[in-house]
């Protein structure tokens, strides 16, 4: 391993290979005959806390389950994950009732699942790790929202004890009451209780979530939620970190038309900016998404016109623009 972090890449993958054993994830058997078995790989992820430095090295070993075959490896691969929108109105709630805002991290947590085919980390093992969670908080007296299947509530007697866990695969959110020695849904409470059935690694105050910032000033209660290290990095792979920007994100004189002549070689490009922009005006940036939208028509057949007009576009998300944010307060 060449790499300048080798020793705690080492690290990471010792302690993947304990989480397997440990989870009793395979047995050794012989071949059967006519099977062929699904080959394996390492995947190395850092994890970066807000500013960007690094908070964890991550290893993986994983099976390559594209080489699976539908309906032969595999019949049922959907696993629920937590809405954008739900997360917003889970912050707008902690702001304004000054709750307990705690980030966890699951390890290995598809290791937990139980697969009813004979094999470990592959197509289906997101679906067997939300059906086995599912279970294990139910059995805690945590309810699946109708509205979210990725968040799970506790409810006590009134609403301002209702205890909510916000999954996105092994990243959560925790929001309970403020802590009380006296109460059994305080914050210490729950975290010994889901510490009880998995592994998790307490993260302390949630302060960047699923990419995101947050932001709080707990004696004014209010919460900001913003995404500027995304915005800043999108800006830097394309080029626009020095523009002047602009007051607004699309002209109402504008006319946006597919007549011209069709774009080949940066077709993609076209396509990766628009993803970044649809990602960012559904996350944080509601300001940008009819802009998005109307440029996002034109993804399937893009011009050189339409892209030559991107740097204008992205202008808008200079470092002034840069710093909008969703904030989110008690007006009382």
């Not at 699904?38 to 994890?47: L, N, S, Y």
């Not at 809405?83 to 937990?112: G, I, P, W």
């Amino acid at each position: 391993m060449d790499s300048p972090q080798a020793e705690e890449w080492r690290l990471a993958m010792t302690e993947e290979m304990a989480s397997l054993m440990k989870n009793g994830t395979w047995k050794l058997v012989d071949c059967p005959l006519g099977v062929t078995p699904v080959p394996v790989k390492w995947v190395f992820k850092v994890k970066r806390d807000s500013s960007g430095n690094i908070e964890r090295f991550k290893a993986r070993l994983v099976a390559k389950g594209f080489k699976q075959r539908e309906g032969i490896d595999y019949n049922e691969v959907y696993a629920p994950v937590s809405k954008h929108t739900t997360l917003r109105a889970l912050l707008s709630m902690v702001a304004t009732e000054d709750l307990e805002l705690q980030q966890l991290d699951v390890k290995t947590a598809f290791l937990n699942g139980v697969l009813e085919e004979e094999i470990y980390m592959v197509n289906m093992a997101p679906r067997a790790w939300h059906t086995k969670l599912r279970k294990e908080l139910e059995l805690l007296g945590f309810t699946a929202s109708e509205a979210d299947a990725g968040l799970f509530i506790r409810y006590g007697k009134q609403r301002s004890d209702n205890v909510y866990l916000l999954v996105y695969v092994d990243d959560y959110l925790l929001i309970t009451i403020k802590d009380n020695k006296s109460s059994l849904l305080n914050l210490k409470s729950q975290l010994a209780l889901l510490a009880s059935i998995f592994d998790i690694h307490d993260m302390g105050e949630a302060k960047f979530f699923l990419g995101k910032e947050i932001e709080r000033n707990r004696e004014k209660r209010t919460l900001v939620l913003s995404q500027r290290r995304f915005t800043e990095e999108l800006l830097n792979k394309y080029s626009m970190i020095e523009s002047e920007g602009k007051s607004v994100p699309m002209s109402t004189a504008l006319k946006l038309q597919q007549d011209g002549e069709a774009l080949d070689t940066e077709h993609y490009r076209y396509s990766e900016i628009i993803g970044s922009l649809l990602y960012l005006s559904v996350c944080t940036r509601p300001d940008i998404a009819y802009a998005v939208g109307a440029l996002a028509r034109y993804t399937q057949h893009p011009t050189k016109q339409l892209f030559l007009r991107m740097p204008s576009d992205l202008a808008y998300y200079s470092p002034t623009e840069m710093s909008l944010t969703l904030t989110f307060s008690d007006l009382r």
